[in-house]
């Protein structure tokens, strides 16, 4: 039963939905949905997720205010844990480069604004901090729990999840080799990752076949086994010193190749697609990767 129903009026928990700030689009219900800076609703066929996760244990890392976490609560799991490093009090969090920390202290200040301009709702739910998961896995009533956490230490969790999800993170990532292999090592089945501001794949006929051809072609002379078909793509291309809170945009061969190497058996690019940044009006392009242990 939501406390937040029971304690706060549906006026007052309306302006909180319609005014505070929102990363994700996520339904409400009853026709209603947050205003988010991303609109992933439209994509999320692209992931691939299995429509039952009866009996699941799942982790979404980097969950931001949870729409994923709340999407794959969906699929009848046994428990949802969604983590992110956010202290939801001011503080920036981790992975901002220092030449550029004075955006970030402006943007997260106004989480500091947005608790106090809302402290009735937070305080209900026992938060110090606007939290906007916890205020939703209450109003939805939902299983997602939720715990401070980076990807850099989740071997702290101290424990395997059937399903891991990571989406959108890896672009902001200082380490990314390190968030994969963290991710390795609480994987139990699968985990799925997405790429944001992954760099385009090389399209064409002609060239597919081309790069197919001498695939063939150097195996059978015992040499460059690992060999892909989009190996003159292989790319890494850093732009930590633009705005200061991303980092890397990756080529999705280039991605997989890390993945595979940071303990994964077998990783699979499954889709690719464009979402809308709503501060810029621009589209942003990403890759899903399903990464099997």
């Known amino acids: 039963m939501s406390i937040l129903k029971e304690k706060i009026s549906e006026k007052r928990l309306s302006e909180f939905f319609d005014q505070a700030y929102w990363f994700h689009t996520i339904d409400l219900g009853n026709g209603r949905a947050t205003k988010g800076v991303y609109d992933v609703r439209p994509i999320v066929e692209m992931h691939k997720f299995d429509d039952s996760l009866t009996g699941k244990s799942v982790l979404d890392v980097g969950t931001s205010d949870g729409f994923y976490a709340f999407e794959l609560a969906k699929r009848n799991p046994a428990s949802v844990l ?38 009735d709702i937070f305080s209900a739910l026992d938060l ?29 969790l101290g424990r395997t999840f059937d399903l891991v999800f990571c989406g959108g993170l890896f672009g902001h990532l200082k380490h990314p080799l390190l968030g994969m292999e963290q991710l ?33 072609f150097m195996r059978a002379m015992g040499v460059y086994d690992y060999f892909s078909e989009n190996e003159h793509d292989l790319i890494l291309k850093y732009i930590g010193n633009q705005a200061g809170g991303s980092f890397f945009e990756i080529h999705p061969t280039t991605f997989r190749e890390m993945l595979l190497a940071s303990g994964f058996g077998r990783v699979e690019i499954v889709g690719d697609y464009n979402v809308v940044d709503g501060r810029l009006d621009a589209a942003q392009r990403g890759a899903v990767f399903h990464c099997y242990v």
């Open 82 to 119: 969604a983590v992110d490093t956010n202290s939801y009090d001011g503080s920036v969090p981790t992975d901002v480069s220092p030449a550029k920390i004075d955006n970030y202290v402006a943007k997260y200040s106004r989480e500091k604004e947005e608790y106090d301009k809302f402290h």
């Open 128 to 156: 110090k901090g606007s939290n906007k998961l916890i205020v939703l896995a209450d109003y939805l009533d939902s299983i997602v729990t939720f715990q401070q956490n980076s990807i850099y230490e989740l071997d702290k």
């Open 184 to 216: 390795r090592g609480v994987t139990a089945e699968k985990c799925i990752i997405t790429l944001n501001g992954a760099l385009p794949m090389s399209g064409g006929t002609c060239a597919k076949v081309r790069r197919k051809i001498a695939r063939i």
